[in-house]
């Protein structure tokens, strides 16, 4: 059968290159654009290696006029050449393997579309440059070791979809300050975030997640809507707001982010200045009403 299978591969690369010079075999896998596949029982492709010819990535709808179903174990595995990798075009793509990128250290965002609904264990482990990670609606779980070691990740936005975080998925994540768990989750492995000292879990009061942070002696802050100039996100517009905003400017406060939103640039300058004290301290004595 495995004879049958490579005589019946290479015949097909054959009359492939009579056509498209840019294909060929290799062993039992076909290539086409860097990318080597095979087709499966059931007419899919199935991505197991990728050459490295470009550095931005763009993972195909169809190879060979075949659906991309799957990415493979350790397809991408520490191509640290690459710089980015888009998943938007395989829309029939359903399953990113067990290391498929690991140690693919060029990239800074990843978005995973909400077609693809499982991600291996270590996915994308020891992406160190990976800053910013979208996961969609169509993944309910994040793996073993997903994010593990991406020192550079500083945001993770999770799907209202999710279930559960699996042990060490975020584990490692040196800059890795705060994620929010949305209320479908109800399964947290005691190590999910072993080594990320800095997380701080927002999530709604009441939720598993409340609970599971108030048992394993986690940080949180509750979910809740800030209004514009609530400079130190304590849920109250005060003068403790211009007070916060004053003593930043001297090196003696931070400003906390919620959601990648800074609440104390009240005159939306992108900055924070002493007129936005001020302009707070102005509603304050209702000398102006809005900002």
């Known amino acids: 059968m495995r004879f049958f299978k490579r ?3 290479y015949a097909l690369s054959m009359l492939l290159i009579a056509f498209t010079p840019c294909v060929m075999a290799t062993d039992s896998y076909i290539s086409i654009d860097g990318f080597s596949f095979t087709i499966n029982g059931s007419g899919e492709a199935v991505i197991h290696e990728y050459d490295g010819r470009s550095k931005d990535v763009v993972i195909p709808n169809k190879l060979m ?4 179903t799957e990415i493979d174990d ?14 938007e ?47 969609g609606s169509g993944v309910t779980t994040l793996s073993k070791q997903l994010f593990y070691g991406c020192t550079s990740l500083r945001r993770v936005i999770l799907p209202d979809t999710m279930q559960s ?5 975020l584990g490692n994540c040196d800059a890795l300050a705060e994620v929010e768990i949305p209320d479908s989750v109800n ?8 080594g990320s000292d800095k997380l701080v879990l927002f999530c709604n009061e009441g939720s598993y997640t409340d609970t599971y942070a108030n048992s394993n002696e986690l940080p949180v802050k509750y979910i809740r809507e800030y209004v514009l100039g609530d400079a ?8 403790l707001d211009a007070t916060t905003i004053q003593k930043y400017k001297i090196g003696q406060a931070e400003i906390p982010l919620f959601r990648g939103r800074n609440y104390a640039d009240v005159n939306g300058d992108g ?19 809005d900002f």
């Not at 006029?65 to 991309?68: F, K, T």
């Not at 130190?232 to 003068?239: T, Y």
């Open 271 to 289: 900055t924070i200045t002493v007129r936005d004290a001020t302009l707070i301290q102005m509603k304050l004595a209702k000398l102006i009403t």
């Open 74 to 87: 350790y397809a991408f595995f520490s191509q640290t050449e690459l710089t980015s990798v888009s998943f």
């Open 232 to 239: 130190n996100l304590d849920g109250r517009f005060n003068i």
């Open 165 to 169: 975080l699996d042990e060490m998925c």
């Open 7 to 9: 005589i019946t591969a």
């Open 89 to 135: 075009n395989a829309t029939g793509l359903k399953r990113i393997g067990t290391d498929a990128f690991y140690g693919c250290t060029g990239f800074k965002n990843i978005t995973i579309p909400s077609f693809i609904t499982e991600l291996g264990f270590g996915a994308f482990q020891d992406c160190k440059g990976l800053e910013t990670a979208t996961i």
């Open 187 to 194: 399964a947290i492995a005691d190590n999910f975030s072993i």
């Open 65 to 68: 006029g075949a659906v991309v």
